[in-house]
């Protein structure tokens, strides 16, 4: 039991940087967030792919920003509005629009300069966007599965103002949490070795436009 407590308090110091969690379950958490980055393979490949999935994991602690903020002194409750799919989707397309603004330009020069490529508008939104809505909605249905006598969250809000969870786990079963994670482990293995992914789509290149016809243009 210790051997899954000790890197669990390992990954919820490093994710929350000392911030004291007591109702999070990061490894749980994480492989839920794993399990939930396998379009990563079926959208990209190679160093995009392995940002994608980095991305997703990194996002899927969004929701759990309410404990930092509530630190911080602000007037929301853990398992409120950030545990919602409308804040999710909300904060998604903001960053969305954000990270063309800002990214963008920084990324194209960067992409020139490196890999003589440009960098698409919905290339990045695609990434950011479904990234953050993929990241967030793993840690909803990992709040909503793991009841554990914590106040139940309103994914759903504010169309459904009412708990929705299905409490059939517990944030501290060792033998869940490895299932979940040697399954999305073993799943991302068995894409990358199919060899049917990644599939070719408008914005899998990051250079504007480009119809190669996915011989395996390792650019990316
Ligand atoms: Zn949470």
Known sequence: MWSIAVPNQLVRTLIHLGADVEDVEPIGHLALALLFALPAWILWDGRTGAAFVGFVL????????????????????????????????????????????????????????????????????????????????????????????????????????????????????????????AVAVTLHLGVLASGAFPLEHRFRHWRAGLTDGGTGNSSD
Do not use: C
Not at 86 to 96: D, E, Q, S
Not at 133 to 148: F, N, Q, R, T
């Open 58 to 181: 990194a996002m899927s602690t969004i929701p759990d920003i309410d404990i930092v903020l509530m630190r911080q002194g602000f007037p929301i409750k853990h398992h409120g509005v950030t545990h919602t799919l409308a804040f999710i989707v909300v904060l998604a397309v903001v960053a969305g629009v954000v990270a063309v603004a800002v990214l963008k330009p920084t990324l194209q020069r960067w992409w020139r300069l490196t890999e003589e490529e440009t960098v698409q508008k919905g290339t990045i939104e695609l990434f950011v966007v479904g990234g953050l809505i993929l990241g967030g909605v793993s840690h909803l249905l990992g709040d909503m599965v793991a009841g554990d006598g914590y106040e139940p969250i309103e994914p759903l809000w504010p169309l459904v103002q009412a708990p929705i969870e299905f409490p059939v786990a517990h944030y501290t079963s060792p033998w869940l949490n490895g299932v979940l994670l």
